[in-house]
């Protein structure tokens, strides 16, 4: 089974490549300089000529503030670019498999949303995300979307990363606690996609994230603690920690249809968190 990973220098794709040894499979992992989804003659010759039995795209534009002041960049890549690559997947028999986000929700729900729940994205990056999803389902009637949120691995930028960081030179940080998710650690979003590929349900659109429920606040404590470091955190409210982006109060995503319909046991985000930290 031949398998494509594009974007597969960030997080996501670095992931998969940690995993792929364990799974008997013909994995090709690629980033912009190999094949820039973007690029609709370079999709489509990649794709002819390899002949994929899957594309998992884990490329994307994920940086939520400064996509509020470059909109076409995140639409080209987190739209246009998804929509090509479902596209060109239909046309050479492959199975697409794109990643979105808890961000196309408004975060104004008290219960978790299901893949039926509908989006209202309040931010460009959420925005264009969903742009993204509609497009990709209008050419690809078979393409599986998941959605996942908060994501954090060893690989990359992230906020387990830049909490850690902080610690070293802050006796105290600020983080707040009125927006409510939950941490995925990418390396376990990368097996359930894999459980996805070995396991394929019928249906369009899953939610995918670590067990439990906390705020940004709990998340970052919890590191500090498991990390043995002395910086204090204290919990404010978002309207005292402005961002250019508007985020969502609440952004937990259900996930039990992932877990009926592929089968998959999830960690709770504080197991998983233990195991990123051993290798940070
Ligand atoms: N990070 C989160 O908290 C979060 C939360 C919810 C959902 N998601 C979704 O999860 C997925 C994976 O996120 P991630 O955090 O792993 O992303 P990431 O670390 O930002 O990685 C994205 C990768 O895509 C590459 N890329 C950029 N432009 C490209 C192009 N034209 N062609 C091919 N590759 C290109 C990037 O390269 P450069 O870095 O060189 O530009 C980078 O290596 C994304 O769909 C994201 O929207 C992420």
Same mark, same amino acid.
């Not at 490329?59 to 940086?63: E, L, Q, R, S, V």
């Given at each position: 089974m031949k398998i494509l990973i594009t974007g597969s220098n960030g997080q996501l794709g670095n992931s998969f490549r940690k995993i792929a040894? /364990?799974?008997n499979y013909d994995f090709v992992f690629t980033d912009k300089d190999e094949? #820039?989804?973007?690029n609709e003659s370079q999709v489509q010759s990649f794709l002819k000529k390899n002949r994929f039995d899957f594309v998992v795209n884990a $490329? $994307?534009?994920? $940086?939520v503030d400064k996509a509020e002041n470059d909109f076409d960049m995140a639409y080209l890549l987190n739209a246009t670019a998804p929509y090509l690559l479902a596209k060109y997947s239909k046309k050479y028999s492959s199975q697409f498999i794109h990643i979105s986000t #808890?961000?196309?929700? #408004? =975060? /104004?729900?008290s219960t978790p949303y299901s893949s039926m729940s509908k989006p209202n994205p309040k931010s460009v990056y959420g925005g264009t995300k969903f742009y993204g999803e509609k497009k990709i389902l209008r050419v690809n009637k078979d393409a599986k979307i998941i959605r996942t949120a908060w994501l954090y691995s060893?690989? =990359? /930028? /992230?906020f387990v990363k830049t909490m850690i960081k902080l610690a070293q030179t802050k006796s105290n940080i600020n983080v707040v606690f009125d927006q409510i998710g939950t941490p995925t650690y990418a390396t376990d979003l990368a097996k359930a996609i894999m459980s996805m590929i070995n396991n394929m349900p019928s249906q369009n659109i899953f939610h995918f994230t670590n067990e439990g429920v906390c705020s940004w606040y709990d998340f970052a404590k919890k590191i500090m603690d498991l990390k043995h470091l002395s910086c204090k955190v204290s919990p404010i409210l978002s309207k005292d920690f402005p961002t250019i982006a508007r985020r969502p109060h609440y952004s937990v995503l259900d996930k039990s249809e992932i877990k009926d319909k592929v089968q998959i046991k999830i960690p709770h985000w504080e197991d998983s968190l233990k195991e990123c930290l051993k290798l940070l």
């Open positions: 040894k /364990n799974y094949l #820039d989804i973007t $490329a $994307a534009y994920t $940086a #808890d961000y196309v929700f #408004d =975060g /104004n729900s060893e690989f =990359g /930028n /992230n």
